[in-house]
């Protein structure tokens, strides 16, 4: 297959721009596709704009998109020159628009697999002039508006070209987009969830588990974690505190130390449930200060449980045994470690989370 970047484009270039939505879980197995192209490429600066797609005109909101977590681990990465993170209100998206059409970029790629549409009017509004690639939806004769945004790309970034179509792996996805943009192989070894978690962080963890009086412990720590972004993946906060009672009640786990992670909006609640229950050894946390603060929480855990979000993928980075809670509708979203990962799924691809029981739970961690 010819890369759909030109191999002498790629030489005299000194910059690129890709655009993404980023979630923490995208970012999880995109790494590895940027550290192989920065390694291949070291003479080309890697600018990133990341799109916040929950940009609102309400202010009440702007604190909580300006302090997203993700940017934290992105911007130490050490992968990126420069990153757009200033694009989650109206204003500051249009004066980030300029700052990047001052740039001048030679390529430009899109990511994008939500309203590509609208990505390919960026990415050619970003540079008018230069190699403009990104991904497409099949269009209806409905919206011709997709139609004539599609016109602006040069170059179709294919959702998939691998050959085993239906039962790749997310990061199969990720590796095979580089694949086609440059001719870039990244074995599967490569593909491995990372994390470089800093020193700070680690202690912090470990002070925070010793104000518990979590450490020095006679059981193992185990994290739960019931929440995700859609409701349809979250797992009910009373069957956690369930889950733990009978935990508790069982010989191997009766001198564990339990953690609930949530967002810090939900810390109320989640205190309130643990109460209500009287579960000993049983602690909220959340990841308030900066995103590092998680993985290094996680790096501390015996044993993470949690639903269909980033933390069952952070908790490979980490290498800790992983129990997922997941729906049917997104396979390729599984732990990437098999060999620490066990995965529940629900029965029928129409159910949520939450129709996992915490029996399921017990019997496979038993």
């Given at each position: 297959?010819?890369?759909?970047?030109?191999?002498?484009?790629?030489?005299?270039?000194?910059?690129?721009?890709?655009?993404?939505?980023?979630?923490?879980?995208?970012?999880?197995?995109?790494?590895?596709?940027?550290?192989?192209?920065?390694?291949?490429?070291?003479?080309?600066?890697?600018?990133?704009?990341?799109?916040?797609?929950?940009?609102?005109?309400?202010?009440?909101?702007?604190?909580?998109?300006?302090?997203?977590?993700?940017?934290?681990?992105?911007?130490?990465?050490?992968?990126?020159?420069?990153?757009?993170?200033?694009?989650?209100?109206?204003?500051?998206?249009?004066?980030?628009?300029?700052?990047?059409?001052?740039?001048?970029?030679?390529?430009?790629?899109?990511?994008?697999?939500?309203?590509?549409?609208?990505?390919?009017?960026?990415?050619?509004?970003?540079?008018?002039?230069?190699?403009?690639?990104?991904?497409?939806?099949?269009?209806?004769?409905?919206?011709?508006?997709?139609?004539?945004?599609?016109?602006?790309?040069?170059?179709?970034?294919?959702?998939?070209?691998?050959?085993?179509?239906?039962?790749?792996?997310?990061?199969?996805?990720?590796?095979?987009?580089?694949?086609?943009?440059?001719?870039?192989?990244?074995?599967?070894?490569?593909?491995?969830?990372?994390?470089?978690?800093?020193?700070?962080?680690?202690?912090?963890?470990?002070?925070?588990?010793?104000?518990?009086?979590?450490?020095?412990?006679?059981?193992?720590?185990?994290?739960?974690?019931?929440?995700?972004?859609?409701?349809?993946?979250?797992?009910?906060?009373?069957?956690?505190?369930?889950?733990?009672?009978?935990?508790?009640?069982?010989?191997?786990?009766?001198?564990?130390?339990?953690?609930?992670?949530?967002?810090?909006?939900?810390?109320?609640?989640?205190?309130?449930?643990?109460?209500?229950?009287?579960?000993?050894?049983?602690?909220?946390?959340?990841?308030?200060?900066?995103?590092?603060?998680?993985?290094?929480?996680?790096?501390?855990?015996?044993?993470?449980?949690?639903?269909?979000?980033?933390?069952?993928?952070?908790?490979?980075?980490?290498?800790?045994?992983?129990?997922?809670?997941?729906?049917?509708?997104?396979?390729?979203?599984?732990?990437?470690?098999?060999?620490?990962?066990?995965?529940?799924?629900?029965?029928?691809?129409?159910?949520?989370?939450?129709a996992i029981s915490s029996d399921q739970v017990l019997q496979t961690i038993a």
């Open positions: 297959m010819t890369p759909l970047i030109p191999a002498e484009l790629l030489q005299k270039s000194e910059k690129i721009l890709f655009i993404a939505h980023l979630a923490l879980g995208d970012f999880t197995y995109l790494q590895n596709g940027f550290r192989a192209f920065a390694a291949a490429y070291p003479h080309i600066q890697i600018h990133l704009w990341v799109d916040e797609v929950r940009r609102t005109s309400d202010a009440k909101q702007w604190e909580s998109l300006r302090t997203y977590s993700l940017y934290d681990w992105v911007e130490q990465s050490g992968l990126f020159s420069k990153v757009y993170r200033k694009t989650y209100s109206p204003a500051l998206y249009e004066e980030s628009l300029r700052e990047a059409k001052a740039e001048h970029y030679p390529v430009v790629v899109s990511l994008a697999h939500v309203r590509p549409q609208q990505y390919a009017d960026l990415a050619r509004a970003i540079s008018p002039h230069g190699l403009v690639i990104g991904t497409r939806k099949p269009f209806s004769p409905l919206r011709p508006w997709h139609y004539l945004a599609y016109r602006k790309i040069d170059a179709v970034l294919a959702s998939y070209a691998g050959q085993d179509a239906g039962e790749h792996h997310i990061s199969s996805v990720y590796a095979d987009w580089f694949h086609q943009l440059t001719g870039l192989d990244i074995p599967v070894a490569e593909r491995y969830p990372f994390v470089h978690i800093p020193e700070q962080a680690l202690q912090q963890a470990k002070e925070q588990l010793a104000s518990w009086g979590f450490a020095p412990r006679q059981g193992p720590l185990v994290l739960l974690n019931p929440f995700a972004k859609s409701h349809k993946r979250g797992w009910p906060l009373e069957r956690i505190a369930e889950l733990i009672a009978r935990m508790q009640a069982m010989p191997k786990w009766k001198n564990a130390c339990f953690l609930i992670n949530a967002m810090p909006q939900e810390l109320a609640k989640v205190n309130a449930v643990v109460q209500a229950h009287n579960l000993p050894r049983t602690q909220a946390f959340s990841a308030v200060d900066n995103f590092f603060q998680l993985p290094a929480m996680l790096a501390q855990c015996d044993l993470i449980i949690s639903v269909e979000t980033s933390i069952m993928h952070l908790a490979n980075a980490v290498h800790v045994p992983v129990v997922a809670l997941m729906r049917k509708k997104n396979p390729e979203w599984a732990p990437f470690d098999s060999a620490n990962s066990t995965v529940i799924t629900v029965a029928r691809r129409s159910d949520w989370v939450k």
